[in-house]
């Protein structure tokens, strides 16, 4: 079974920098795509950004495009985000997912199966 562990959520300064890491500890399974969501208080879960394995294609949603970068190791499904100029409005819980099996949209909660615990990244202006 695939167990999602994060790391790396904290609190920074407007305009600071985060990584998060989110490795699958079973490691019993591969997986065909991993992506990161975030959740605000009061809001829902929403896309950030996706890697697809074959071909180490990403995606990123409008609002971290050019601040965010995803990247990974498919082999070990380990997934990182680089999170830079970071704004008070990216402060919410950062949620790891995976997903084993192969199809296109990676962009919504119901595109994966397996989810992580979540990691709170804090921006202070």
């Known amino acids: 079974q695939v167990q999602l562990v994060e790391s790396g959520g904290g609190l920074v300064q407007a305009g600071g920098s985060l990584r998060l890491s989110c490795t699958d500890s079973?490691?019993?399974?591969?997986?065909?795509?991993m992506g990161w969501f975030r959740q605000a208080p009061g809001k829902d879960r929403v896309f950030v950004a996706a890697i697809r394995w074959s071909g180490s294609n990403t995606y990123y949603a409008d609002s971290v495009k050019g601040r965010f970068t995803i990247s990974g190791d498919g082999a070990k499904s380990t997934v990182y985000l680089q999170m830079n100029l970071l704004e008070p409005e990216d402060t919410a819980v950062y949620y790891c997912?995976?997903?084993?099996?192969?199809?296109?949209?990676?962009?919504?909660?119901?595109?994966?199966?397996?989810w992580g615990q979540g990691t709170q990244v804090t921006v202070s202006s």
């Open positions: 079973g490691r019993t399974f591969s997986t065909y795509a």
């Open positions: 997912a995976a997903r084993t099996y192969s199809g296109s949209s990676l962009f919504t909660t119901t595109a994966y199966n397996y």
